[in-house]
């Protein structure tokens, strides 16, 4: 499965961003999906992930600021992202089925 994430960019802090994660086909209907972002000079962790059940989770971190959703169609997921800290510039990742998306840089400044 080919993914694809997108939607990073420049913003303030207390900003907002909304990231897309595009997969080639319908695979978020039968597949659970995760968002990671890896900061610079740390270890790609796990932020966000919704199963295909629709349960979600989140890390500590992000809990109350991020959202994680799919679309009707299972093939794109989002994460809308609010209130954000400089501490939440990385490179953003979507996952699923064991498949990496190329990432999309989000930074925040102060």
């Known amino acids: 499965v080919q993914l694809q994430a997108y939607g990073g960019g420049l913003v303030q802090t207390g900003g907002s961003l909304r990231l897309s994660c595009s997969a080639s086909?319908?695979?978020?209907?039968?597949?659970?999906m995760g968002w990671y972002r890896q900061a610079p000079g740390k270890q790609r962790e796990s932020i966000a992930d919704i199963a295909s059940s629709g349960r979600k989770s989140y890390a500590d971190s992000v809990k109350g600021r991020f959202t994680v959703s799919v679309d009707s169609a299972g093939a794109t997921a989002y994460l809308q992202m609010t209130n954000l800290k400089p501490e939440d510039t990385a490179v953003y990742y979507c996952?699923?089925?064991?498949?990496w998306g190329r990432g999309t840089l989000v930074t925040v400044s102060s």
């Open positions: 996952n699923s089925m064991r498949s």
């Open positions: 086909w319908s695979i978020f209907r039968f597949n659970d």
